[in-house]
């Protein structure tokens, strides 16, 4: 599918404008949404390249800047130790409150788009994950994935650090797909051990993925880039996606005839 990629819109929020961007199909019709969150560094080249792979499997795909309180719309922080000092000191600086309201104001906006079925996931990495673990508590929410999802086992979202994300596991009726590197530092095995059983305790519908990879595996930047499980997690994301969202009502806008095809 060919996409656009040009579309962004102001969310108003209670703490300002937040800057989203939608990655969607050029083809007439209507697909699933999906809420994608970023890593701490917001919408980078990485982020963009996963919104229009997700759109090019047939999904509207919403991409808010996480830190809009406090940064200049269309502002991306590095992949460099500046970078990372600055969003991680954001990270416990916003509200927790703030966080869910971002989710509603994208979920609403997709759930009301002209372009969307109204069937909704949410995908997020890294702190995006724990972002999407929360998002998916929302009603209406079908899909959740979360990939390597930081600070979930230790409450340390938001400002205080002592968020709720485990206590209100019970309220997910999504399906979840958790995918998680061994290698990983800051999701050590106890961490995660912690996550399983308050998943398992509560019965929630999931699936659970342990691969031999680095922290930020999934970014095609960087030296802990690793292309083969990047690609086995997209597949099983998005058959996640297909499977619980459906394929919408899309229609090809080009001719129904025969094309000449060139190698």
């Known amino acids: 599918m060919t996409l656009k990629d040009n579309e962004l819109v102001d969310l108003p929020t209670p703490t300002?404008?937040?800057?989203?961007?939608?990655y969607r199909p050029t083809a007439a019709?209507?697909?699933?949404?999906?809420?994608?969150?970023?890593?701490?560094?917001?919408?980078?080249g990485p982020i963009r390249r996963t919104a229009a792979l997700l759109a090019g499997h047939g999904f509207v795909v919403a991409v808010p800047e996480i830190y809009h309180e406090f940064l200049p719309a269309g502002t991306v922080?590095?992949?460099d130790q500046a970078g990372a000092d600055?969003?991680?000191?954001?990270?416990?600086?916003?509200?927790?409150?703030?966080?869910?309201?971002?989710s509603k104001a994208v979920?609403?906006?997709?759930?009301?788009?002209?372009?969307?079925t109204g069937r909704l996931g949410v995908i997020g990495i890294c702190i995006g994950g724990h972002l999407a673990f929360r998002a998916a508590m929302n009603p209406g929410v079908l899909a959740g994935?979360?990939?390597y999802a930081t600070d979930i086992h230790k409450r340390g979202l938001?400002?205080?650090?002592?968020?709720?994300?485990?206590?209100?596991?019970?309220?997910?009726?999504?399906?979840?797909?958790?995918?998680?590197?061994?290698?990983?530092?800051?999701?050590?095995?106890?961490?995660?051990?912690?996550?399983?059983?308050?998943?398992?305790?509560?019965?929630?519908?999931?699936t659970w993925h342990e691969f031999n990879g680095q922290h930020a595996f999934l970014r095609d930047e960087g030296p802990r880039y690793d292309p083969e499980l990047a690609l086995q997690s997209y597949g099983l994301a998005l058959d996640l996606f297909h499977r619980k969202l459906g394929e919408g009502d899309h229609r090809s806008t080009e001719s129904a005839g025969p094309r000449e095809t060139k190698h």
């Not at 300002?16 to 939608?22: A, D, E, K, L, Q």
């Not at 991680?88 to 309201?101: H, I, M, Q, R, V």
């Not at 205080?160 to 800051?186: F, N, V, Y």
Request: net charge negative; charged share 25%.
């Open 16 to 22: 300002g404008p937040m800057r989203t961007y939608i």
């Open 29 to 44: 019709g209507k697909y699933p949404g999906v809420l994608l969150y970023s890593e701490i560094f917001q919408v980078t």
């Open 77 to 79: 922080l590095a992949y």
């Open 86 to 102: 600055r969003g991680n000191e954001l990270k416990t600086t916003k509200e927790l409150a703030s966080y869910d309201g971002d």
């Open 107 to 116: 979920l609403d906006h997709l759930k009301t788009h002209p372009a969307c």
């Open 145 to 147: 994935v979360c990939f």
């Open 158 to 206: 938001g400002l205080g650090k002592c968020d709720d994300s485990l206590a209100r596991i019970p309220e997910l009726t999504a399906e979840m797909l958790m995918i998680w590197g061994r290698q990983d530092p800051h999701v050590p095995r106890e961490g995660r051990a912690a996550v399983y059983n308050a998943l398992a305790d509560a019965n929630v519908t999931f």
